[in-house]
Every structure is written in C-alpha cells, then in structure tokens.
C-alpha cells in the first residue's frame, strides 16, 4: 500500500490509473477504523481496480463545545487494517494541506434544505464541514465511485445532491450499517462508553425496530409513535435528541405518497452521542 501525505503525489498515482484504463472507488474515512469501515473497503474493492482510502479528521465539521482534541486517532492501527485488506492507496493528509489558506479563508459548500435538520440543528454548521471537505476530496482523488456507510442516514443524503448539484461524475454508493450482535451500530464513538453504558446502548437499535415494526403492521400516529420512542429511549438511560420518522428520499415528513420511510435518532448515553436509523418500505 502507498501511502501519501501530499494532494499532488495522490493526483499523480491516480493519473496514472487512469491512462492505463483503470477504475477508482474511494472510501473517505476519519481513522480509527472499525470493522464497518472495513466492509466499505470490500465493497469498494469489489466495484473497483483500485482503491483510495482517506483519513482525515476534519476540524470544520466539529463544534466549538465537540470533542476534536479527544476524538480518537489511531494511524498506526489503521494502516495495519488496511495493508491487510488489500487496499492500494492511503491519503493521510495535514490539517495544512487540506486547508491551506487556514479555516477562516476557507471557501465552504452548503447543501440547502437538509443540512439545517435532525443532526444539522443539532450540530450547526455541521454538515457544511462535511460537503465542504467531501467536495475537496472528490476533486483531489477523482474517483469513480465513492462508498459510505448507511449509519449517517443524513450526511449520505447530503453527499447525493452535492455530487448531482456539483455534477462529480462520481458513482455514490451507499453500505448498509454494520452492526455489533446485540444490534448496536459500529461507531468510534461506542469506545467512548463505560461497560455499563455500552451494555445498555442496544436500547437505541431495539427502539428503532420496535417502531418500524408497529409501522409494518400498520400503525400510522407518527407522532404518538414518536413521543413513545423517546421516552423508550428516556427510560433505557439515555437522553434522547430527535426521534423521527421521514421519507428516506427526501428527508420531508411523509406524505400520503411516501413509498419508503426511514427512522432517524439521536441519543446521548453519558457524555457519547450515538445517532442511527432503520428503514422500511411502506405496502
């Protein structure tokens, strides 16, 4: 596996893939690498000659009261995980390189109408450091496809109109959540847990499913099934965010002619915020 530091060396390697009739798929990754990462490597392996994996822990995307400085970072760990999986290339980029002119100077890219919403009030501002830093690395790395997890129901929604908007021609490729066997959501902020949060921090998948399956046997109070969700969620030990149930393709609330719902979460356990969503299609 090459590894490279610099925006330049990457276009160059992927140059040459190019001019020798080769396909690219890209996994953009923050490090600490879990098995759920790892899966998006094989998928991308999969539709792919090559791979590009970054890792990037993007300063824009996190809050002024987030944990940046604690957010775990494990280079050596991650490399080893992906020398293992066969990947080709690694993009390990400074602060410096992806953002030379300094945040502040920083041209940022906005997807209007669903980064304002469930994570985006949660997190203003949010989901611009996320479109913004996607959109640096869709033109550094050029790839063909590029694969992200389900888990971030919202950021991959996000991640579609700014390839359409923008016109990338760039395949986006969306990987189911992978799941620990109690049904948590793999996520490096589960290592934030004590035992005995993350021995309750299931409750959040159980939640999900419950009120999708309420729905599949044709209970439609959305509100009254939310409101009962958060407070599933208040008496399993955790502080609930948002609880809702929208329409996965347009993030809206659903309507009459809604053929495919998602429900969304956000819950705090601790001090460890955990987001994750099921969907369902409607009969």
């Known amino acids: 596996m090459q590894t490279f530091t610099s925006v330049s060396i990457l276009r160059a390697a992927v ?37 590009v994996v970054s890792i990037f822990v993007n300063p824009m995307q996190f809050g002024a009261n987030e944990d940046l400085s604690r957010y775990p970072r494990t280079p050596k760990e991650d490399t080893a995980m992906l020398v293992a999986e066969g990947v080709h290339h690694l993009f390990l ?21 669903i980064s304002n919403i469930l994570c985006g009030a949660e997190r203003p501002g949010h989901f611009d450091g996320v479109a913004t830093v996607v959109s640096k690395l869709f033109n550094m790395v050029d790839p063909d496809i590029a694969v992200f997890g389900q888990k971030d129901f919202q950021q991959l929604a996000i991640i579609r109109q700014l390839t359409r908007d923008l016109n990338f021609p760039i395949r986006i490729e969306g990987v189911e959540t992978a799941r ?13 847990l004590s035992q005995e949060q993350r021995a309750k921090a299931p409750a959040l998948y159980a939640t999900l499913c419950s ?22 969620l208040a008496h399993a030990g955790f502080q609930p965010g948002y609880y809702e149930i929208r329409d996965a393709g347009t993030l809206a609330k659903p309507d009459a002619e809604c053929g495919e719902i998602v429900i969304l979460a956000s819950a705090t356990m601790g001090n460890t915020r955990l987001i994750d969503n099921v969907t369902l299609v409607l009969p």
Request: glycine share 10%.
């Open 15 to 51: 140059r040459e893939h190019r001019q020798k009739g080769r396909t690219v798929a890209f996994v953009p990754t923050m490090g600490n690498l879990h098995e759920g990462h790892l899966e998006l490597v094989r998928r991308a392996k999969d539709m792919a000659d090559r791979v």
């Open 93 to 113: 980029p400074s602060v410096e390189e992806m953002y030379p002119g300094g945040l502040e100077q920083q041209v940022r890219v906005s997807v209007p109408g």
């Open 180 to 192: 620990a066997g109690d049904g948590l959501a793999l996520s490096s902020r589960n290592g934030y």
């Open 211 to 232: 009120t999708r399956d309420a729905i599949a046997n044709g209970q439609r109070d959305y509100p009254a099934l939310e409101q009962a969700a958060r407070e599933a």
